[in-house]
């Protein structure tokens, strides 16, 4: 069964460091997300691509955060430097197409963020 | 405001005990409410997306309803492999929006004893 992969599972990182997390979505899939969840809450969109293209980062700390998906296929998301508050499971998801009625998400595993 | 609540936070059932969890929204044109299960650690699994009011959908012990402000996930008979975090999330505006965005509630936590 075709799945999201992510990688690595868990990170743990000192405040001020560089992190980057990598995610390869289903095959086929256009659209792909970046959700950051912080323990007891849902998921929160941080940017959406569609192909290569940014499609809303609109709650992406861009003073912090970078994303990108060069080839429209696989993306890194990366953090730097780290703070306090960026510990969180980060997420990324994927769509078959974008501006459909029936679009569904799939998610990955998620990276366990633990900044010290 | 687009928002998502769910209710209650946490559920303990014992095995076999039927009963139904709540998400309620207020979106500015919904697209499409979605459900998910997630375990401890891990992400989200797709289990249902809803489109319009009075629509159900069903897969083994989970039937999914929607109406006008709210959504009910349904569980019959659960046993202990139900226990998780069922997560509610709404897709809102208009359809060829820019953005896929998912709102997402806080989630309830079920535990299904034996």
């Known amino acids: 069964e075709a799945e999201v992969a992510q990688s690595p599972r868990y990170k743990i990182t000192e405040k001020s460091q560089a992190v980057a997390f990598w995610c390869d979505p289903i095959s086929g899939h256009a659209t792909l997300y970046w959700y950051r969840q912080i323990l007891g809450q849902g998921p929160e969109l941080l940017v959406q691509?569609?192909?290569?293209?940014?499609?809303?980062d609109s709650q992406l700390p861009k003073d912090r955060f970078s994303a990108e998906r060069l080839k429209g296929v696989d993306s890194t998301l990366k953090i730097q430097p780290a703070e306090l508050g960026d510990s969180a499971m980060y997420l990324c998801?994927?769509?078959?197409?974008?501006?459909?009625?029936?679009?569904?998400?799939?998610f990955g595993p998620g990276t366990r963020l633990t900044v010290l | 405001e687009d928002q998502v609540t769910q209710s209650p936070e946490a559920l303990r059932l014992q095995e076999g005990e039927s009963s139904s969890l709540n998400c309620s929204y207020t979106?500015?044109?919904?697209?499409?409410l979605f459900w998910y299960r997630q375990d401890p650690g891990k992400g989200p699994e797709f289990l249902f997306t809803?489109?319009?009011a009075g629509e159900e959908k069903e897969k083994e012990r989970l039937k999914a309803t929607l109406t006008k402000k709210e959504s009910f996930l349904h569980i019959t008979a659960p046993k202990p492999e139900d226990s998780a975090t069922y997560l509610c999330a709404v897709q809102a505006g208009r359809y060829g929006g820019a953005t896929n965005k998912l709102i997402f509630g806080t989630g309830t936590l079920l535990a299904v004893q034996p």
């Open positions: 809803l489109y319009s």
């Open positions: 979106v500015s044109g919904l697209r499409g």
């Open positions: 691509f569609q192909d290569e293209s940014v499609v809303d």
């Open positions: 998801a994927s769509s078959l197409v974008w501006r459909e009625v029936r679009n569904e998400q799939f």
